[in-house]
């Protein structure tokens, strides 16, 4: 197995492209490439080739890139088999279950739908890495744009499951407005106190806040914890199934 070097390759207004590169072997993806020109100055910038990309959905923040990559590195492109049909290029499908190697490094794939009703994330266990595109924010999650909260709340559970170690590499630079929600919610959490200060110095400097780590997002993500009862309690429903508390969760989220 091997431990993978990641990238964050910053583009559009506020998405992250991720490149991963395998040092053992060399082999080199890129993570849901919204655009391919800031992808190939990372790339040049290295010395490395491109290999695949990797999507997790086939929003076009995600996949914009994908043709031009493929033309230009004859990489191949790797995403969801159950959204095949809006992955531009797509030649490897995969699935809930399944596995793909980038050189000695394996990811399994996980289908979490609820955002889309294709998604998929990537975890790398060796690198106690997440690509978990739309699905999984730092302290937020994706909006429903395909699924349903029954959905959603499902696959943020399985998310969630995953080692505490896995360092979150979500899609976009939302933190800050995402904490800013979780502790109108969530006030008393201390934990979450100190994380949204630490977020609100980062930005204010103008640094990244992305990856986080999961641990970190059991303890101060307030979708993740729909199934506690504090949180039940913020959004007056006492008692209520996890499902209804999370809904709600996410329509104040919408509208916040």
């Known amino acids: 197995m091997s431990v993978l070097e990641i990238v964050r390759i910053p583009v559009l207004r506020d998405n992250y492209v991720w490149l991963l590169h395998c040092p053992a072997t060399g082999a080199t993806a890129a993570v849901d490439p919204a655009v391919a020109e800031p992808v190939d100055r990372a790339l040049a910038a290295r010395g490395w080739a491109l290999s695949a990309v990797l999507n997790t ?45 980038l050189g000695d490094a394996t990811a399994h794939v996980l289908f979490v ?23 999984l924010f730092l302290m937020g999650c994706g909006r429903l744009f395909e699924g349903t909260p029954a959905q959603m709340w499902d696959s943020l559970r399985r998310l969630r499951a995953l080692p505490g170690d896995s360092r979150v590499f979500c899609a976009h630079e939302y933190t800050r407005s995402n904490a800013r929600f979780a502790i109108q919610v969530d006030p008393h959490n201390d934990a979450l106190r100190r994380r949204a200060e630490e977020v609100e110095r980062a930005r204010r400097h103008g640094h990244p806040t992305v990856p986080g780590r999961l641990d970190e997002e059991r303890a101060t993500n ?16 006492d008692g209520a199934d996890p499902v209804e508390v999370f809904a709600e969760l996410r329509r104040r989220k919408d509208n916040f």
């Open 57 to 101: 959905h086939h929003h076009a923040d995600h996949v914009g890139g994908n043709l031009a990559l493929k033309r230009r590195h004859d990489a191949i492109v790797v995403g969801p088999a159950a959204d095949a049909d809006r992955i531009p290029g797509i030649d490897v499908k995969v699935g809930e279950g399944d596995t793909w190697s």
């Open 222 to 237: 307030p979708f993740l914890r729909a199934d506690q009862p504090a949180l039940a309690h913020a959004v007056g429903l």
């Open 113 to 135: 739908p609820g955002h889309t009703r294709g998604h998929i994330a990537f975890h790398f266990p060796e690198s106690a890495a997440l690509f978990c595109g739309d699905t």
